[in-house]
Structures are given as C-alpha cells and as structure tokens.
C-alpha cells in the first residue's frame, strides 16, 4: 500500500462521516426557502478548506448566493491549479420515488457499487465530487506534498444557472489566475474503465405559455368552439420533431459540429452494452435521432426535449374544464459551435411563428451555455491520463458528455486557460432523479487520484 492509499485508510471513516454531515444540509438553491441551508453550507466548505490547508479562505457575496474562495500559493514561480466545483444541488422532488429520505444520507451495497453507496442528494453531483478535492488537499498539506498553488472556487448556484459566476471570474481575473481549471463534475464509463470527459454539451432553456380565452371555460359549453391551449401546446411541441427525430427549428443544424468517421470510430472504442442500457432503464428499446448510435445521440448530437408540462386541473376526480393556460419547459442540449443565445433566439421565433392565431404564445428564456471541447494533446490531459493510469492500472478513453457545464466556456474566454474534467461518477448513479447516490470505493479513489494530477502537471509543466 503507498503513501495516500495508508493515509486515505487511516482517515476513511471520518472522510466519510464528513462527506455525510454535508450531504445533510438541503442546499437547494432553486428554492428560496432553503436560502438558509445553502448559506449554511457555504460556511461549512469555508471551514473544510481551512482545515485541509488553504492559507486564505473567504466568502464572496454576489448578487445571489456566494462563492467560497480559498488558496494556498508555495510559491508564484510553480504552476497554479484552480478548483471549480459546486455546493448547491438539485430540488429532490419527486420525494416519494426516493426509497430513503434525500437529506437524510444512508450507505448501501449496489450491484455497481460493491462496496457500498452513500444515497443522498447531491451524492454525486456535486458535494461528493467537489468534496474529494477538499479531502486530496489536506492530505498533499498534510504530507507536505503539495508541489505547487492550489485556488479553490465553489459556487452556490450551479444548478440555476451560475448566473453571478460569470461577473465573478470577470471582475476577478488576477485573482482567479492560473495554469489549469480542475472539475469533477461529470462521470467515468464504469470502475474498471476509467474515462476522461473531453466535450460538453451547451445549453439553452426556455419556458413556454399558451394562452386562449381569458378565463377557465366549461368544456362542454365551449369545447370544440374555441382553442384548448394545452391540445394546440402539445401539437406544437409534437412538431418540434420529424418521423426521424430530426429537430424541425430552421437554422438549428447551420453550425452544428459534423465529426468525422476517424473520430466517431475513435468514440465507438468504449465498451457499451445496449442490452444492459435497456434493462437498467426498463425500456423495450432505443430512440433517437436517425442515422447515429445511442451514445452519439446523448453526446455529440443536438437535442431537445421537454422538461416539465402543466395547465388545466391535475388534482383528484374530475373537472371538465378547458384551461385558459398551457405551460412547458423545454430544455436544448447544444454541441460545439452552436451559440446558445443564437438558439435560443431561433427557438423563439420557431415556437411563436408555428402557433395558431386563436392563442397567444410568450416564450421566456431562463438560462444557456456554450460546449466545450478540451484538447487531448495539452499538459493537463496528459496529467489526468498519467494520474489515472497509477491508480487504475489502465489509460482512461477519452470521452465527450452529453451534459452541461456551461460555465467551462466561460472560464476559457475570461481567465484563457484551460479545464479538464476528472469525474468519478457513473452513469447509473441518478443525479438530479430520486435515489442519487455516489460509490464509497469513487469517493476515495478520487481522493486518491487528484493528488497524483498535481504531481504529473507540475513535472510536465517544467
């Protein structure tokens, strides 16, 4: 057993207990009335980066919730790695597909995680994650093997939009300097195949509402005679699709990323088994746009799909009524080069064109971001590869992600450095759905890992 693997098994327990007090605390930050909680949780990273060794910890207030900054800076000739990750989490709802309670942390055995799971929100996404960063910087302080700067930046806001994040890194660009942007914010293909996440997705989100008469109506005095919102909301969202799945808003393809058959065979390595993806789904079969295979569809392809639906009366028994209002949230998975303002944008002027005269449509956008592909040649990649290939014992695939973090984008525009993306979670462990979860054996082979990028990247760095 080496240095971290004795001291990780010395300190397992309490690494542990901490990860769980953390995962107690409901911050959501969708919700205002747990404004408190997700406070509450600021401070208590504030105190963990203390503790693990960050000379300088301080809360940043923004306009919404704050950002906890801490750093330890060695020395200023040594290359400088900064830290993203994020202490808010998801609204737990529906709660009553949760087998235990969501705050309420409980460790159990998966047929994924032998070694037991800690089912909580915000397991995985992103407490646990972001959690192993705090715990790989006490023990390089500890061990007095830190070999070069650290900065820490966790956000309170990832899951609304990291709408204040963006005038943070703008109006702190000296301070947030560094080498390289370290996240743990996405998955690996499984534990015997270790994975590094080069692409993401970007991002548009929009809300719809259709409004027909001014008020509720009868259904029987007036159906028929004038436009049910929630039928024509529906045919318009229907539309939004061809018999391919092809997604029908002009211009949406113009700037769409084609990859080559090199590069999708490249992507085509990676072991996956459809028959597995289906069962653990509980699906009869596949669906998706024509012509790719279904890790292209949830990776390198544009999407869209609705998030949430409502209008009328959903509440128990019977109320024949035609609502005056019909709501949707539709979310669109972008690839690179798509802008996803643009998209938002032809969106809009989509929905509001295909909508009958008898309703009124207002479409409001809520929040976006731009894709993000990392180099595999780079410094940092070659680090991470090298990190994983010790604990591991194999070479990571490269892998692109179907999901977002818009605010990557962003660091590369405004601090001009850039990210690589060192998830430990797998597919199968729910975020943002009941039951999340986060594998004890990920957790500290997380812990285990980083440390070992900070090595790599300062050696390759010289």
Known sequence: MNYIQSYISEHKDRFLNELIELLKIPSISADS????????????????LK?????????????????????????????TILVYGHYDVQPPDPINLWDSPPFEPVIKKTDKHPDGAIFARGACDDKGQMYMHVKAMEFMMATNQLPCNVKFMIEGEEEVGSANLATFVKNNQEKLKNDVILISDTGMIANDV???????RGLSYVEVEVTGPNRDLHSGLYGGAVANPINVLTKMIASLHDENNHITIPGFYDKVEELSKEERAEMAKAPFNLDNYKKALNIETVYGEAGYTTNERNSIRPT???????GGYTGE?????IASKAYAKISMRLVPNQDWENITQLFKTHFENIAPKAVKVKVTPHHGGQG?????????????????QDTFGKTPIPQRSGGSIPIVALFEQELKSKTILMGFGLDSDAIHSPNEHFGIWNYLKGIETIPLFYKYFTELSK
Do not use: F, H, Q, R
Request: proline share 5%.
């Open 33 to 48: 009335n747990y404004k408190n909680d997700v406070l509450k949780t600021a401070d208590t990273i504030k105190t963990s």
């Open 51 to 79: 503790e693990a060794g960050c000379d300088v910890v301080e809360i940043c207030k923004t306009e919404g919730y704050p950002i906890v900054y801490g750093e330890k800076i060695i020395d200023k000739n040594l290359p």
């Open 372 to 388: 993000y592909v990392t180099p595999i040649n780079s410094i940092g990649y070659k680090a991470a590869s090298k990190a994983y």
């Open 304 to 310: 869209l799909d609705v998030n949430g639906i409502w």
């Open 194 to 200: 270790p994975s590094i996440t080069t692409g993401l």
């Open 317 to 321: 028994g019977a109320k024949t009524v």
